[in-house]
């Protein structure tokens, strides 16, 4: 199966060599690479470069586009021009942070998931960062959803779903309308991937509203939000975030923000978000 790896940068001088040089000692190689450097001011795109003169499979394009980092959107908006450079020869797209380095296996572990099931449309491994000398799981969910930093789809599936949106919340719209349309979601206990840059490590308040609003854009409703708020803030071990969450969901809320997914959509992720509710508490 050939697959093509999408990875968005900005200002990643530190990590994404790191990320190329595991990328092609995979055992796997992928057909394709595309890294879109969104105006770094650094020597992103020079490193990138260097691979690109020795890698045929590897290119860069360079997007010119706002330095503001919110969660969500900047980063998919470049994945999106990533897609504008590749053909529709793949099996598997994939979309990578510039901060991860893969186990040699991981990819030929990947395609080996969606060969043996043809109603598997995303598969993904999980996040490891480093503390205090060791790799431990970096625990920002459950172990059923798979990270943003490193989506796997299936070509059918990722047409169907409609793609990624460029909203803060993709990471999770994508999977629940995996499940809306009855494809299944893998995750690989086994694949563990060094994350060199914990997650929302630079997020101010106006990002961590953007958590709520994304909660309300999924249809979830205010009591789904107001838990999973409560459970995203308490893995963060920053209890206070629930109140930037809320304030988010009411904010969006009130201005009637358009939701990424349509009403039978919306109606269907409350219900799968409360059976699950229910399956941990009984």
Request: hydrophobic share 40%; with cysteine; glycine share 6%.
């Amino acid at each position: 199966m050939n697959y093509y790896v999408i990875i968005p940068t900005y200002n990643e001088e530190k990590f994404i060599a790191l990320t190329l040089q595991s990328l092609v000692e995979q055992t796997v190689l992928p057909t394709k690479i595309v890294v879109v450097n969104d105006n770094s001011t650094d020597r992103t795109p020079e490193i990138v470069s260097e691979f690109v003169s020795n890698y045929s499979f590897i290119s860069l394009i360079n997007k010119t586009s706002n330095a503001i980092h919110l969660p969500g959107s900047k980063v998919i908006q470049a994945f999106h021009e990533g897609e504008k450079n590749i053909d529709d020869n793949y099996d598997i797209i994939v979309k990578v942070d510039a901060d991860l380095i893969f186990p040699n296996h991981y990819f030929e572990t990947i395609i080996n998931h969606f060969k043996m099931d043809n109603q598997i449309g995303m598969v993904g491994g999980f996040c490891y960062i480093e503390k205090e000398g060791k790799w431990v799981l970096e625990n920002l969910t459950d172990k059923d959803h798979i990270r943003g930093a490193l989506k796997a789809y299936r070509k059918e599936t990722f047409k169907q779903i409609g793609g990624l949106k460029p909203n803060m919340g993709w990471d999770t719209v994508d999977e629940l309308l995996c499940k809306y349309y009855n494809w299944k979601v893998v995750t690989d206990e086994s694949l563990h991937v060094k994350h060199l840059k914990p997650t929302g490590a630079s997020y101010n308040q106006t990002a961590r509203f953007k958590q709520g609003e994304a909660f309300y854009t999924l249809g979830y409703g205010f009591f789904i939000t107001a838990i999973a708020s409560l459970k995203l803030a308490m893995r963060k071990g920053k209890p206070l975030l629930f109140l930037d969450y809320i304030k988010g969901f009411w904010k969006a809320k009130s201005s009637k923000k358009p939701l990424l997914v349509t009403e039978e959509q919306a109606k269907f992720i409350r219900a799968y978000r409360w059976k699950k509710i229910k399956e941990k508490l009984f």
